[in-house]
C-alpha cells in the first residue's frame, strides 16, 4: 500500500517540471522532486530535438498552463540555454502559448557571494560574447550554491504553483483510498483457504 500514489497535481492549475543543464543536482532534489510528483529533465548542456520536441508535444497535450523550472550555471551555456535558447526552439517546435520558463537557480541574486571563475575562460563558447554583453565577465556554477539553499528554492517556486487546498484534498482522498485497500486485502487475506 505505501507504493499508491494519487497523482496529486490532477486538480491543480499548472503542469510544472524542473528542467536542469546537468543532471548532478537530481540527488539533491530528489526528495523535494519526489515529495511533489514533480518530473525532472536533464538537458545535458543543450537539450537534444527530441527531448525538445517532446516537451513542445506535452505542453500542447496539456489541459493547462505549463511551468518549466530551469536550473543551471550562471554562464555562457547556462544563461543563453534558459533565456534564448529553450523559448526559441520550443516555440518553433509548437509549444503552447501556455508554456513558461522560469529560471530559479542560478539567478543574478543567488551568485552573490559565491566562487566564481573569469568568463574568459568560456571564450570559445559561441555564446561568450552574449553573455559577458548581458552579464558582465564572471561565470558561477550551479554546484557552488549550497545544496540545502537549492533544494529549498525549487520546493518554494514548485509550491508558488500549487493550489494548496486541492494539494491537501487529495492527499486525505489518498489515505482514505489507502486504508479502503488494505481493509479489503487483509478481509481477502484472513478469508483465503489454507493450503
Known amino acids: 500500500m505505501d507504493c499508491y500514489r494519487k497523482n496529486y497535481w490532477q486538480d491543480q ?57 530551469y536550473v543551471g550555471d550562471f554562464d555562457p551555456s547556462g544563461m543563453y540555454m534558459s533565456e534564448m535558447d529553450l523559448p526559441e526552439r520550443l516555440s518553433r517546435y ?22 566564481s571563475f573569469a568568463a574568459d575562460t568560456k571564450s570559445k563558447d559561441g555564446r561568450y560574447k552574449w553573455y559577458v554583453q548581458q552579464y558582465g565577465d564572471h561565470c558561477w556554477e550551479l554546484d557552488a550554491m549550497n545544496p540545502v539553499d537549492l533544494r529549498e528554492r525549487v520546493e518554494q517556486s514548485i509550491r508558488e504553483y500549487l493550489d494548496l487546498d486541492a494539494w491537501d484534498h487529495m492527499i486525505g482522498v489518498e489515505a482514505v483510498e489507502r486504508e479502503s485497500m488494505k481493509s479489503v486485502l487483509t478481509t481477502w487475506l484472513n478469508k483465503r483457504p489454507a493450503i
Open 13 to 69: 492549475p499548472y503542469h510544472v517540471e524542473v528542467l536542469s543543464e546537468k543532471g548532478t543536482v537530481r540527488g539533491t532534489l530528489a526528495p523535494v522532486l519526489e515529495e511533489y510528483g514533480v518530473p525532472f529533465r536533464v538537458m545535458h548542456g543543450f537539450g537534444s530535438a527530441t527531448s525538445l520536441n517532446d516537451l513542445a508535444q506535452m505542453s500542447q497535450d496539456a489541459d493547462k498552463p505549463v511551468v518549466l523550472l
Open 94 to 115: 509548437g509549444a503552447s502559448a501556455d508554456l513558461t520558463i522560469k529560471r530559479v537557480a542560478l539567478t543574478a541574486d543567488d551568485v552573490v557571494g559565491l566562487p
